[in-house]
């Protein structure tokens, strides 16, 4: 008797663990059936707001891309621009300097134009008092630095000179003429009691004419020069 209860207890305990096992495991299948089942109700919620989303504003993606060109597009012509209007600028500012720079240089124009006075230069036969061109004439200033040089005409050369003291120089004769050696001293002043007009007087060259007298000593000379050769030979010999 005391067998058949230990047999039957043992029985109704493997029966209660394993109905106690069967709970259990269909309480785990049951959770995760429903975590999957939320799982898939999430992800279709979402997806169907997401489809309620692009088919509101089909073109949200194209038009956010359409802004981002829109503002590199912007961004590039307002740089050709700012290009464009620095370039006006810069003209005017150019322009303006320019402006300044020629005002400046023709108040240092003028005021060497005012301070310069005029001078004529002449170069005239000393017989006849003619003019006379083809000679090269030279000014230069107390310093001696060359301030003008030409080349004579039969009118007079006229120049601008600053106050000072200057020398006339000729450094070519004109044909038929000797080189006038002398320097021709003038003085500018800018009370205009200087030499307004400078005149250089040339002299004919001289050509001596073959005479019958002067034929005549070329040959005594040529005889005596010939005389002491032979002399001079004829006495070598001997020696």
């Known amino acids: 008797m005391n067998k058949v209860l230990k047999y039957m207890f043992v029985f109704f305990s493997i029966l209660v663990l394993v109905n106690t096992v069967n709970v259990y495991a269909y309480d785990q299948n049951k959770t995760v059936t429903l975590v999957k089942n939320d799982t898939t109700v999430k992800r279709k919620i979402e997806s169907t707001e997401t489809k309620k989303e692009e088919s509101k504003n ?9 802004k981002e060109q829109n503002k590199e597009e912007n961004k590039e012509e307002s740089k050709e621009e700012n290009k464009e209007q620095n370039k ?8 303006e300097e320019n402006k300044e720079e020629n005002k400046e240089e023709n108040k240092e124009e ?3 134009t005012d301070s310069k006075f005029e001078v004529s230069c002449l170069l005239q036969d000393k017989d006849n008092k ?5 000679a090269v004439l030279i000014v230069k200033d107390e310093t001696g630095k060359e301030v003008a040089r030409w080349t004579t005409t039969k009118e007079a050369y006229k120049l601008k000179l600053n106050s000072g003291k200057y020398t ?3 450094a070519t004769a004109p044909t038929g003429y000797m080189l006038q050696n002398e320097k021709i001293e003038f003085l ?6 200087g030499d307004s007009e400078v005149t250089m007087f040339n002299t004919r060259a ?16 040529l005889g005596i020069v010939g005389l002491f050769i032979g002399v001079y030979k004829l006495r070598k010999s001997f020696i």
């Open 58 to 66: 089909p073109y949200a993606d194209v038009k956010e891309e359409n």
């Open 88 to 95: 006006e600028e810069n003209k005017e500012e150019s322009k």
């Open 110 to 112: 003028n005021k060497n």
């Open 130 to 134: 003619e003019n006379i061109d083809g």
């Open 168 to 170: 006339l120089e000729e």
């Open 188 to 193: 500018v002043n800018s009370d205009k009691t």
């Open 206 to 221: 001289v050509n001596v004419p073959i005479t019958d007298a002067s034929v005549s000593l070329y040959t005594i000379g």
